[in-house]
């Protein structure tokens, strides 16, 4: 009879980035909450942490939401009592009311509708935040703060609403930089404008830089592809401590290699054949290095492992097509934004090579 592939292996989680389904229902998970540990030993409370796409960001933000929000506090030990910081909880666990806001999904092709869609996602994320804790807000205030008509009042509404309560808020941000992006490489004005001194997205961090000096907001993390928006805001929003290239943090996401051979021996790759798996695995998937001082050389993205892992696990074989197509490259993108600021030619030789 055919063997179940599926009765002794764990599940892949390829393209699931909502921590508590992983953990609970015991996918494939690589232990990476050692790190929760390390950020907060660092005493810097307002982080950017960036990395490419499909890299394991949006996990790691549904990992800090279900780690610092109060509401989960009964679920601790199911959720993290297998995995390193179950193990060593911080005194900062399950101690948050925690604001998780994203910008993707913004329609940037009218600056209309880009303001339009920031508003939108500002409200989505608020209202959430306002349903989950719902106990903590009287509904007058609640209908005070989503009657707003632009992100940084809301937000004004929000820390002035939460700041007589006991908990202080913890902020997450995915894709703080999606829509921008978008913008940096067809309307590089409108993007200016934007980040400007009187532009909403520059409003938006002032005001969040004004809600951490008055205490309502302890923590910030957020991330994104590009630094690109980050540099852009100047003193808009100069307390946050950008940490991608720490080489401390440089594997906080993404796969070692001796992850990468753990996983293809979990899969079903033959001690016989894992060597050759691998170097198949370093040739198209390898090379990410995001420090000039790696502690644990070039990383492997997550996505492309798992596209691997998955199919192998299923087939017996590698991929007939060994690059995901969720993961590829906008290369007419990336070529416009190489042109800011005149040199193109000369970077555009950097792209060919990359």
């Known amino acids: 009879p055919p063997i179940c592939l599926y009765c002794t292996m764990q599940k892949i989680p390829y393209g699931i980035s909502d921590f508590s389904r992983i953990s609970k229902d015991d996918f494939y998970f690589v232990d990476r909450t050692q790190y929760i540990e390390k950020l907060e030993m660092l005493g810097e409370p307002y982080l950017f942490f960036l990395r490419p796409r499909r890299f394991g960001k949006s996990l790691w933000i549904s990992l800090l939401q279900h780690y610092y929000g109060i509401e989960h506090k009964g679920d601790f030990e199911a959720l993290f009592g297998k995995y390193y910081i179950g193990q060593h909880p911080t005194p900062l666990a399950n101690s948050y009311l925690v604001l998780r806001m994203e910008f993707s999904r913004i329609d940037t092709t009218t600056p209309e509708g880009t303001y339009r869609g920031?508003?939108?996602?500002?409200?989505?994320?608020?209202?959430?935040?306002?349903?989950?804790?719902?106990?903590?807000?009287?509904?007058?205030?609640?209908?005070?703060?989503?009657?707003?008509?632009?992100?940084?009042?809301?937000?004004?509404?929000?820390?002035?609403?939460?700041?007589?309560?006991?908990?202080?808020?913890?902020?997450?941000?995915?894709?703080?930089?999606?829509?921008?992006?978008?913008?940096?490489?067809?309307?590089?004005?409108?993007?200016?404008?934007?980040?400007?001194?009187?532009?909403?997205?520059?409003?938006?961090?002032?005001?969040?830089?004004?809600?951490?000096?008055?205490?309502?907001?302890?923590?910030?993390?957020?991330?994104?592809?590009?630094?690109?928006?980050?540099?852009?805001?100047?003193?808009?929003?100069?307390?946050?401590?950008?940490?991608?290239?720490?080489?401390?943090?440089?594997?906080?996401?993404?796969?070692?290699?001796?992850?990468?051979?753990?996983?293809?021996?979990?899969?079903?790759?033959?001690?016989?054949?894992?060597?050759?798996?691998?170097?198949?695995?370093?040739?198209?998937?390898?090379?990410?290095q995001f420090s000039i001082r790696p502690s644990n050389g070039g990383l492997y993205n997550p996505d492309m492992v798992l596209y691997f892992a998955k199919h192998y696990l299923r087939y017996r074989r590698a991929p007939d097509e060994m690059l995901d197509t969720n993961i590829a490259s906008d290369y007419g993108k990336i070529k416009k934004l190489f042109s800011i600021g005149g040199m193109g030619n000369e970077r555009f030789g950097v792209l060919e090579r990359l």
């Open 118 to 288: 920031f508003l939108t996602n500002t409200l989505v994320g608020v209202e959430q935040f306002l349903n989950k804790y719902s106990a903590y807000y009287h509904e007058k205030n609640v209908a005070d703060i989503l009657s707003k008509k632009a992100p940084e009042e809301v937000l004004k509404a929000l820390f002035t609403a939460s700041a007589p309560l006991p908990h202080a808020l913890y902020l997450l941000i995915d894709e703080y930089d999606h829509f921008a992006n978008e913008l940096v490489s067809f309307n590089l004005d409108y993007f200016s404008e934007i980040v400007a001194s009187n532009g909403f997205v520059r409003k938006f961090y002032e005001t969040l830089k004004t809600a951490t000096g008055e205490g309502v907001l302890d923590r910030i993390f957020i991330t994104g592809v590009t630094p690109l928006t980050l540099d852009s805001l100047t003193s808009g929003f100069n307390i946050g401590s950008d940490l991608s290239r720490d080489e401390h943090l440089q594997a906080m996401m993404g796969f070692t290699g001796e992850e990468v051979s753990g996983l293809l021996s979990d899969v079903g790759v033959s001690e016989a054949d894992l060597e050759e798996t691998l170097g198949q695995v370093k040739k198209w998937y390898d090379g990410y």
